[in-house]
C-alpha cells in the first residue's frame, strides 16, 4: 500500500474534475445531433483525433503488459508491442479510403463496399460483435484499475474497477464523442508528461543511463539491449519465426481494415477528422507516439530490471512500472502520478463507451429498428446505451480472472482467420459479402478449436501463438475463397459508386473500366508535347 | 526532387501512384526507427541517435513526398462531401425511400 499525504490527495481531486469538466463543457455540441454524438460533427483538426490515438491506447493495463514482456525478454520485447503499426501503412491507404466512403462505422462501411442481404447480415454481425467487443475491453480495462487501486490502496478489486468508470461515464453521456476527445487531449498531454517524468525517475533511481547498461553488462544480462536478441530462428519462446509474423499483422494489415481490432476506435477518430489529409496525419502521429511512448517505457523497465533481477512472479513484475512511481517519486508527485493513471484509464473507458454506443445507436437502431427516428431521439439512445455498456462491463470485468491470457486470445486469435479476409474486401474486387462472412463464422469456430479443444484432446500439439495465426490464416482460407468463388460477385452498379467515392488500392480493374466508360471518373489528360 | 511529383491535378492525385509507394516503404520504416532509436538514445548508446536520426529523416522525407498528394485529393474531395453525406443519410432512412 502507499500512503498518500494531503498534497497528493489535492492533485488526484483537481485532476478528476478538470477531467470530467472539461468534457461536460461540451454537452451543448454533444447534444445536436447523431453526428455530434459520435463524430464531433466531423470537423476536427488533426491534432486533436491524433492526440485521442495516443491518449485512448494508453490504458491502464498498457504498462502492466509492457512491464511484462520487457521484463521477461528484454529491449527485444519491444516488439510485441508494435501491433499499434499497422497505421504506418493505414495513414495513407486504408485510411484514405475509410475517410472517402464517409462511414460512421466499420459496419456501415460493408454496406457501402457489399451490397444485398450479404451486406445487411455483415452489419448486423459487426456491430453486434463491437458492441459486444467494447464491453468485453471495458471489462479488462476496469479490472486493471481494479488492481492498481488494490496496489496502491488496498481496495477491493471491484470497487477500482467500478468508481473510475463511474466517474467517466459522467463526460462521456452529458457530451458523448465531444466530450471524449476534449477530455482525450488533455488527458493525452497529461499522460505522456507524466509517463516521461516517471520513467526518467525509474532510469536515474537505477543509476541513470550508463550506469543500467554497464549494470547489465556485469550481470551477464547485456542481451537485454539488444532489440534483436531472440531465441533462434523456431526454437525457444521468443523466435525470429514469431518476430517475422508480427511484422507482416502489423506493417501489411495497414492494407486492410479490421486487421487490428485497434482499427474501430481509429475508424471513428478518421471520420470525426475535417479532412482526408487529417485523418492521415492523426493515425499516422497518434500511432507514433505510441511506439516512442513504448519506448521510453522499456528503458524504465530495463532500470528496475537492474533493480530487482529477481522477480519470478509475472503478476509481481508486471506491476514494474507501477512500482517505480509509487515506490520512487516525492510525496506530492505520487499524487500527480495517480491522476495520471486516472488519466490514462478514463481515455480509454469514454473511447470504448462511446465507439460501443455508436455501432448500438448508427446500425442497430437508427438503421434497423427505427430510420425515421429524429437527431434528438438518436443522441438519447446513444446515452442509454452508453450507460447500458457501463453496466455490462462491471460483469464482463468481475469475470476475467487472468488478464494476460485473455489479451492475447483477443489481440492475436480473434483476429487471425479474418486477418486476410480484412485486407481482402480492400483490395480485391471479387471478395464478396458471402466470402467475407464465411471467414468470420469459420474463424470464430476454428480459433476456439486450434487454441483450446483440440490440444486439450490431444489432437494437435499445443502450438506457439504465430503458428496458431499462420494454421488459422490457412485454414481459414480453404473455406472463403470457396466460398468467395462459388457465389455471385457483388452488383456491378454497387461497385462503381464505392470505387467512384472511395478509389480503393488494389485490384479492381473491371470496376474502374465500367467507372470509366459511365463517365464518374475524371480521365488524367494524355502528356503532350508542347512547341516552344 | 524532379523524381517526386509535386503539382497535382484532382485525377492525377485519385490515382495510386509512385509517391504512394514511396510513402508505404517509409511510413514502415520511419516507425521501426523511432521505436528503437528512442529507447537506445535515452540508453545513451551512438546506435540509438543514428537509428533516432534515421526515423526523424524517413518520416521527414515520407511528409515531403505524400503531402502536396493528400492537400489536393482532401480539398476535391471536400467539394464532394456534403452530396455524399447526403446519400448516405438516405440509405441509412431507407424507410423514407420505400414510402
Known sequence: MVEFQFLDWLWIIVFVLVMIGSGALFYRLGKRSESDFFLAGRGLPWWLPASSVYATHTATDTPIWVTGVIYKYGFAGIWYTFFSAWCAISAFVSTRIFRRSLAYTQAEWNTLRFGGLGAEMLRGWISGWQVFMNMFILGWVGIAMGKVCHYVFGWEIWIGLISFSAICAVYVLSAGYWGVIMADFQQGIIAFFVIVIVSMWGVFAAGGPSEIVYKLGEMGESWRLNPFAFTGWFEGDFPIAWFITMMVISILGGFGMGTSIDWYPEAQRMQSAKSVRDASYSIWWGSALVLVRNSIWAVAILGFYVMFPNIESTAEYEMGWFKLGFDFLPVGLVGFFFAAIIAIHLSTVSTHLNLGAMYFTRDLYHHYFKPKATEKELVWVGRIATFVLLIGSFFYGLMMEELTSWLIFALWLMAAGVWLPNILQVVWWRFNAWGYLSAWIANLGMSWMVVWILPSFGVIPKLPDYEQFWLLMILGALIYIPVTLSTKPEKMDHLVRYYAMSRPIGWWKPVKEEAEKRGLLKTIEPFKFTEA | ?99
Request: aromatic share 10%.
Open chain 2, 1 to 99: 526532387m524532379g523524381f517526386i511529383k509535386k503539382d497535382w491535378t484532382p485525377a492525377q492525385a485519385d490515382e495510386w501512384t509512385k509517391e504512394d509507394w514511396i510513402a508505404i516503404v517509409l511510413s514502415p520504416l520511419s516507425y521501426i526507427f523511432l521505436t528503437i532509436g528512442t529507447g537506445l538514445s535515452i540508453l545513451l548508446l551512438p546506435i540509438g541517435f543514428i537509428l533516432l536520426a534515421l526515423g526523424i529523416i524517413s518520416a521527414l522525407l515520407m511528409h515531403l513526398v505524400i503531402d502536396p498528394k493528400l492537400k489536393v485529393i482532401s480539398s476535391e474531395f471536400e467539394k464532394k462531401q456534403h452530396e455524399y453525406l447526403e446519400k448516405l443519410e438516405e440509405s441509412i432512412r431507407w424507410e423514407d425511400n420505400d414510402g
